[in-house]
């Protein structure tokens, strides 16, 4: 079903394209950046900047497994802009308009449970130069508020994409109908 069409919906899906983008990008600077390298490993690891040495190995590793995560973010990203493209033209009620909100969701879901197997492979990546007994893996299940609110809007998203599948099914028979 065609709906009026915006541009608003257009700009918004550029923008998330370049923002998924950014992202990965962003993440090889800070990776590799001298004066930062070591705050990102140390935010990603949840280990203590003074207990690791940060070498060219852990932080090509450290970056690999951090990308894991945020590729899924720019991949929920750059769905996201499918579907303010999709507003953009107009369309709504339309099947892969419900497909991508569930695709968003899923992404979103898988990116906030991703964060503690990032943070253990990270915590092993950045200490496994370290000698024997001082290797660290941290696992920590905290609750943060950010990821809390990811995780519920993920399951959000992806009620909504049934509930779309049955309003494009209501609409599909309407059709029909008239």
């Given amino acids: 079903m065609k709906i009026e069409k915006s541009s608003l919906g257009l700009w918004?899906?550029?923008?998330?394209?370049i923002s998924a983008i950014l992202l990965l990008v962003m993440n090889a600077v800070?990776?590799?950046?001298?004066?930062?390298?070591?705050?990102?490993?140390?935010?990603?690891?949840?280990v203590d900047?003074?207990?690791?040495?940060?070498?060219?190995?852990?932080q090509i590793l450290g970056w690999l497994?951090?990308?894991?995560?945020?590729?899924v973010l720019s991949f929920a990203?750059?769905?996201?802009a499918g579907i303010f493209e999709d507003f953009g033209k107009g369309l709504w009620f339309v099947a892969r308009f419900s497909y991508k909100l569930k695709l968003f969701g899923g992404s979103l879901l898988l990116f906030s449970l991703l964060a503690p197997v990032v943070q253990a492979l990270t915590s092993l990546a950045l200490t496994y130069a370290n000698?024997?007994?001082?290797?660290?893996?941290?696992?920590s299940f905290t609750i943060n508020l950010?990821?809390?609110?990811?995780?519920f809007v993920g399951i959000?998203?992806?009620?909504?994409?049934?509930?779309?599948?049955?309003?494009?099914?209501?609409s599909d028979e309407n059709k029909e109908i008239i």
């Fill in 12 to 17: 918004l899906g550029s923008f998330a394209k």
């Fill in 30 to 46: 800070f990776w590799f950046h001298p004066d930062l390298a070591r705050q990102v490993a140390e935010s990603y690891s949840g």
């Fill in 49 to 58: 900047a003074s207990l690791f040495t940060l070498t060219v190995n852990n």
């Fill in 65 to 71: 497994i951090s990308s894991l995560q945020l590729s």
């Fill in 77 to 80: 990203l750059f769905t996201i």
């Fill in 131 to 139: 000698p024997e007994g001082e290797r660290m893996f941290v696992v």
């Fill in 146 to 151: 950010q990821g809390l609110i990811i995780l």
């Fill in 156 to 170: 959000l998203l992806l009620l909504m994409g049934r509930v779309m599948d049955k309003a494009i099914q209501i």
